[in-house]
């Protein structure tokens, strides 16, 4: 057997090989988790009302109002079922960047540029107590803006997130802090808490990060490459179904458990607004998970919910599972 014959030889059976072991892999069973079939989502109101962008938004636990933020450094107080404003409250010097109310206590935590989480007494309206002349209560700790803020009903009872890349757990007795993560290198930008699992998540211009509670411990990054966007908002329900907003009017739905995308959405500008004001600055579900509220750039409040004539059939599962994708 010559050189030549002996290497079309070689090269014939390394294709073969090639070939067999392709198509093998293409019998074995994907590992990778299929995600639930969800519904898709769809707008239904908008509100108008701040002078300003809407930075914030959070629901109470009766599920009849929530609370909005803006760049006005006014927070708002909107009805549920008809969307109609209800009460505005001021206190804050700057934008008001985080709202989160507190599920024991008539009290409200709203974060702003001050650098400080301020603690509202719901049963006053004021951040003030006028009884004392004194303010109410405020927790101070970051070096920059404040730009997100959760309650849990257990310690932690009050997490935050800063332009200053890290997100701190407070002891409310005390008022300090019981822990700090510096996990992310760049501004985190939004914290959502899951529901379900004793966890939240948190989105920066680097990437999402998945976080397990209480021990405040690092569980895994997860991917956000393909909304190819800063992510300003974030939220989860009790149906495993994450959305992610985007600066860019992206609005984008996640299977919680595979991390498979089933639906990219985009904002609509209101009419008289500039192109640029498309960008999402905050989401969140209602305490039923059937509603969803995001906060925009072009002043407005959007509520969305799930299209009731929807179907497996009308609307078919595409998923394929990725080379390279991380599981949330």
């Excluded at 966890?199 to 211009?205: G, H, M, N, R, T």
């Excluded at 996640?254 to 995308?261: I, L, M, N």
């Excluded at 509520?303 to 994708?325: G, Q, S, V, Y």
Aim: proline letters at 4%.
């Amino acid at each position: 057997m010559t050189r030549f014959s002996l290497y079309v030889h070689l090269c014939r059976s390394m294709c073969c090989r090639n070939l067999s072991t392709a198509a093998l892999m293409e019998r074995i069973p994907s590992r990778w988790p299929r995600p639930e079939w969800h519904a898709p989502w769809k707008s239904y109101r908008v509100i108008q009302g701040h002078l300003g962008w809407v930075r914030s938004v959070a629901f109470d636990s009766s599920n009849e109002w929530f609370c909005t933020g803006s760049a006005d450094r006014t927070i708002k107080v909107w009805d549920v079922a008809s969307g109609v404003l209800k009460l505005t409250l001021t206190g804050h010097i700057g934008q008001v960047r985080g709202l989160a109310v507190s599920n024991k206590d008539t009290y409200m935590f709203s974060a702003g540029d001050d650098k400080q989480v301020k603690c509202w007494d719901l049963e006053q309206n004021k951040v003030w107590d006028i009884r004392t002349n004194k303010q109410t209560f405020a927790l101070s700790g970051h070096d920059k803006d404040v730009c997100s803020v959760f309650t849990h009903p257990t310690d932690p009872q009050v997490v935050t997130g800063s332009h200053d890349s890290t997100i701190k757990f407070w002891d409310l007795r005390y008022g300090r802090t019981m822990a700090t993560l510096t996990n992310h290198k760049k501004a985190v930008r939004a914290m959502a808490l899951q529901p379900i699992e004793n966890a939240f998540v948190s989105a920066s211009a680097d990437n999402i990060k998945k976080f397990s509670l209480p021990k405040e411990s690092f569980a895994t990054t997860c991917c956000n490459s393909q909304q190819r966007a800063t992510i300003n908002a974030v939220a989860v329900n009790e149906d495993g179904v994450m959305v992610t907003g985007g600066d860019n009017g992206s609005l984008w739905f996640w299977d919680w458990k595979s991390g498979h995308s089933f639906q990219q959405a985009e904002t609509i500008v209101q009419p008289g607004s500039l192109e640029s004001e498309a960008g999402i600055y905050a989401a969140c579900y209602d305490q039923t998970g059937s509603r969803l509220v995001t906060c925009e750039a072009d002043k407005t409040i959007k509520m969305w919910k799930e299209d009731e004539n929807a179907t497996p059939e009308t609307h078919p599962l595409n998923f394929r599972p990725p080379k390279e994708i991380r599981r949330f």
